[in-house]
T-cell receptor, first 113, second 111 residues
Framework: DAGVIQSPRHEVTEMGQEVTLRCKPISGHNSLFWYRQTMMRGLELLIYFNNNVPIDDSGMPEDRFSAKMPNASFSTLKIQPSEPRDSAVYFC???????????FGEGSRLTVL | DQQVKQNSPSLSVQEGRISILNCDYTNSMFDYFLWYKKYPAEGPTFLISISSIKDKNEDGRFTVFLNKSAKHLSLHIVPSQPGDSAVYFCAAVDSSYKLIFGSGTRLLVRP
């Protein structure tokens, strides 16, 4: 299996621009998570989907952030408009069952200038 | 307020010695805990886990200890190897099966 696939690996953009991060979970996995890694807070959970349905989005920082999962094999995290404080590494992760191991993608490093 | 805390941002140990990474949590309802390891430019990978019905789980050089009364867990690596140098994240599973991570501890194993 190819594992969790994220794109782009690196994104540099200017403040105010829209950013879209993409994730393909492992086939057969029914839960998908978006995390953000920063020096200060480590791995913060942004949103969690189960069977394509958002279960908990309490970690989404503000209305500028939105996430979708239109089908079992694809999810997006969108930031509009982006701000410099959004600069971080964003990880997507998936798992097969509610208590199974969480598999992470390699991350998307976002820099907002 | 962070529910899972790793108060040591970094740790440096000599090769062959024991590495002890610590983690504290605040929610007594957490019943499953995991450690993940992360190398630069890679995603975190699962290392070892422990259920709240146990107080110890061992896998090769890695052992996780859980002290429920103190809401504390630790990861022991012995003997430590240079390849163990990475960031280690502690995580807890909450009642909705979310994984809540700590801020990580950067381990450096010196040759």
């Amino acid at each position: 299996d190819a594992g969790v696939i994220q794109s782009p690996r690196h994104e540099v953009t200017e403040m105010g621009q829209e950013v879209t991060l993409r994730c393909k979970p492992i086939s057969g996995h029914n839960s998908l998570f978006w995390y953000r890694q920063t020096m200060m807070r480590g791995l913060e959970l942004l949103i969690y989907f189960n069977n394509n349905v958002p279960i908990d989005d309490s970690g989404m920082p503000e209305d500028r952030f939105s996430a979708k999962m239109p089908n079992a094999s694809f999810s997006t995290l969108k930031i509009q408009p982006s701000e410099p404080r959004d600069s971080a590494v964003y990880f997507c992760a998936s798992r097969q069952t509610s208590t199974g191991e969480l598999f992470f993608g390699e991350g998307s490093r976002l820099t907002v200038l | 307020d962070q529910q899972v805390k790793q108060n040591s941002p970094s740790l440096s140990v000599q090769e062959g010695r024991i590495s002890i990474l610590n983690c504290d949590y605040t929610n007594s309802m957490f019943d499953y805990f995991l450690w993940y390891k992360k190398y630069p430019a890679e995603g975190p990978t699962f290392l070892i886990s422990i259920s709240s019905i146990k107080d110890k789980n061992e896998d090769g050089r890695f052992t996780v200890f859980l002290n429920k009364s103190a809401k504390h867990l630790s990861l022991h690596i012995v003997p430590s190897q240079p390849g163990d140098s990475a960031v280690y994240f502690c995580a807890a599973v909450d009642s909705s099966y979310k994984l809540i991570f700590g801020s990580g501890t950067r381990l450096l194993v010196r040759p």
